[in-house]
């Protein structure tokens, strides 16, 4: 593989751009102290992101080469690390989903993960709409790599879980056997939504965009359902407080209707004082 004009190599580039001090980049999305959002630069789905843990106190970079790296290594200090990355895949996570609702006028899952064996150096977490439909997904290794049901990737909740497991679960989990893996990625090529195989890459492609389109067009039908139901209720809520409103203005005339005589519009006339009347013949 060979390096980039700046003399990288591409293995390398994740590392370089969670250590630099000044992370600003055209595929630079948001930084903190103690992590990094990048655009992946080869998305596999309509939107993918990337969260990195950047080096500072008590981390070095040596701690963050792979996710077994850094699970191998002081348990506390790795569970930090990624709490420190959960959080910052939350906010990146909510900001997928407005993107969603904004660009498409829909949003649907968004998935947030490792893979087992990376093929970058540097720790990083997999934020991105779990739709698998990009051009850059060509291979039929990459899609594997991200089928949910196959094992590759190992979702964020999954990995955060195995801290509260026995401490030989969590040692059998974070060694991560490269030979088991890998044949994960030969598996045969399979929608991970309705599981029909296909023989290549085009014909999954051509099929996951339309269960996507599929997807979408239910989620828009069930909106437009529920601003139907809202609306209506809306209407009966309205309906009942104009009925209400009649009953009470009913209620109001009624009593004047009951009073002397009188003609319509003329104002209702004094009663005579027959107390002071009677003192006055006395």
């Known amino acids: 593989m060979e390096t980039d004009p700046t003399g990288i190599h591409p293995l390398f580039a994740l590392q370089r751009y969670a250590c630099t001090d000044d ?9 903190t102290d103690t992590t990094l959002t990048l655009y992946d630069c080869f998305p596999k789905s309509k939107i993918h992101l990337l969260v990195l843990p950047r080096p500072h106190a008590g981390v070095k970079k040596e701690d963050l080469w792979s996710l077994r790296t850094l699970l191998k ?42 893979h087992a064996i990376s093929s970058m150096h540097h720790v990083h977490l997999h934020v991105l709409s779990a739709d698998l439909c990009s051009e850059r997904m060509k291979h039929k290794k990459h899609y594997n790599s991200f089928h949910p049901k196959h094992g590759f990737f190992l979702r964020y909740d999954d990995v955060m879980d195995w801290f509260d497991a026995t401490p030989s679960y969590y040692e059998r989990m974070s060694n991560f056997s490269s030979s088991t893996y890998e044949d994960i990625l ?22 996951l965009e339309e269960e996507w389109q599929k997807e979408c067009k239910s989620e828009k039908e069930r909106i437009e359902r529920r601003r139907k139901f809202e609306r209506q209720a809306l209407e009966r809520k309205r309906r009942r407080e104009q009925a209400a409103a009649a009953t009470q203005l009913a209620k109001g005339e009624e009593a004047p209707a009951t009073e002397d005589a009188r003609d319509e519009g003329e104002p209702p006339r004094k009663k005579r004082d027959t107390t002071a009347e009677l003192e006055e013949d006395s």
Request: hydrophobic share 35%; glycine share 6%.
């Open 186 to 207: 030969k598996e045969d090529l399979s929608c991970f939504k309705c599981r029909k195989e296909f023989r290549n890459m085009p014909q999954l492609k051509a099929h």
């Open 23 to 31: 992370p600003h980049n055209h595929i630079l999305k948001e930084f």
């Open 73 to 114: 290594g002081d348990k506390d200090r790795a569970k930090q690390v990624l709490e420190d990355m959960g959080k910052t895949a939350a906010k990146v996570k909510d900001g997928i989903e407005k993107d969603m609702v904004e660009k498409w006028g829909v949003k649907w899952p968004v998935w947030v993960g490792f």
